[in-house]
């Protein structure tokens, strides 16, 4: 199902004759000569800017603590209403420009109080249908939500993306799956002035066969965003995202032309240290396919 997005105000200006008109100026203006670029903001939270299109992912926004989130169980332990810290300082990019924000699956370790209150409540927000709701609620006024398959097209200054959700199962077993609640992941298309350009956006999810069938069912894949972390690794309840292991894996089967890890090191319920991926990539010979991303710091693509 194909549903495409109007664009924004800040994308189109007004004409003496009363009609709306895309504008050249802005940040967009800039960005349709440059290569892809990504800023990550620490645990799930990306910007990725490709030729005039700028989107943000899981928006994790709120300040470093003990106390950035709380989670009804525990992915480890099992203990209620677990308080969850930021250990890293939050950087504070510019979120102007932005033409989307797209969410994986609605837990509060990947849409935060702190992004619900600031956010510009006419963004575009892509999610899952189990969290549209709850966007709405916040006061988001142009909610879409994607089921598996399901595509979304976004245009700006001479460049489409299309975004198209994509499994992603949080657990292995099935009554944990379900319970867990039904997420996203992304193909994320670029076509337009900045050339071609295609990304492949885990979200949370454990190695699958859905997964493995990525490449094949949407073409080359440019940039694989892969949330790791081995969240619940360590207990008796099972794994919720990938651990380096199966990043090696899954990067062997999609073939990306680069891997950059997010969903790791900045909060307290990851639990497989992103070394753990830095030595496998270098043991497996696959260590030039991954760019490890420093919160805060933009890197080309």
Not at 66 to 89: C, M, Q, W
Not at 94 to 111: E, Q, W, Y
Request: charged share 20%.
């Amino acid at each position: 199902m194909n549903k495409p997005l109007a664009p924004r105000a800040a994308d189109v200006e007004t004409s003496n004759d009363g009609r709306a008109h895309r504008t050249q100026a802005g940040p967009d203006a800039g960005a349709r000569r440059e290569p892809a670029r990504l800023e990550w903001l620490g645990g799930p939270t990306v910007i990725l800017q490709h030729g005039g299109v700028r989107i943000l992912t899981d928006p994790m926004l709120g300040p470093r603590g003990p106390d950035a989130f709380v989670l009804t169980k525990h992915p480890s332990t099992g203990a209620e209403n677990a308080h969850i810290a930021r250990y890293t300082a939050t950087p504070h990019p510019s979120l102007a420009g932005l033409h989307a924000v797209i969410v994986s699956h609605p837990h509060a370790d990947h849409v935060d109080a702190a992004a619900k209150a600031t956010l510009a409540k006419d963004l575009p927000v892509v999610i899952p249908p189990t969290g549209a709701e709850g966007m709405r609620a916040a006061g988001f006024q142009d909610v879409r939500p994607l089921d598996w398959g399901d595509s979304v097209a976004i245009s700006a200054i001479g460049t489409t993306l299309r975004i198209t959700a994509v499994a992603a199962h949080h657990a292995h077993d099935p009554g944990l799956d379900r319970a867990l609640g039904k997420g996203n992941g992304y193909v994320l298309s670029f076509e337009g002035v900045g050339g071609d350009y295609r990304a492949y956006w885990t979200g949370d999810a454990v190695l699958t066969d859905e997964l493995r069938l990525v490449a094949a069912a949407h073409g080359p894949i440019d940039l694989m965003l892969a949330d790791l972390g081995g969240v619940g690794g360590d207990g008796n309840i099972g794994l919720r995202s990938m651990t380096a292991e199966d990043a090696v894996t899954l990067t062997r089967l999609v073939n990306p032309s680069v891997v950059v890890p997010i969903h790791h090191t900045s909060f307290s319920h990851y639990r497989e240290p992103i070394q753990a991926l830095v030595q496998r990539a270098d043991e497996a010979g696959m260590a030039s396919l991954f760019k490890f991303p420093v919160e805060g710091v933009a890197m080309s693509l």
